[in-house]
């Protein structure tokens, strides 16, 4: 038997199973997920990368 592993909610940090009945995961509920969404959409939340100035010599 598999051993239950347990994240951590990106959103408030509380401990979720890492289950495939978990429809939210790695989010604890819906709300956090949508939190997160809103977040990436108001681009308080980022991915830095450096720009690739050779894809834009076309």
Request: aromatic share 8%; net charge negative; charged share 20%.
């Amino acid at each position: 038997m598999s051993e239950i592993v347990y994240v951590k909610c990106p959103t408030c940090q509380t401990q979720v199973a890492w289950l495939p009945e978990n429809a939210h995961r790695p989010f604890c509920s819906e709300k956090c997920q949508l939190i997160d969404l809103g977040e990436w959409a108001s681009e308080n939340r980022t991915i830095v990368a450096q720009a690739n100035w050779h894809d834009l010599d076309d």
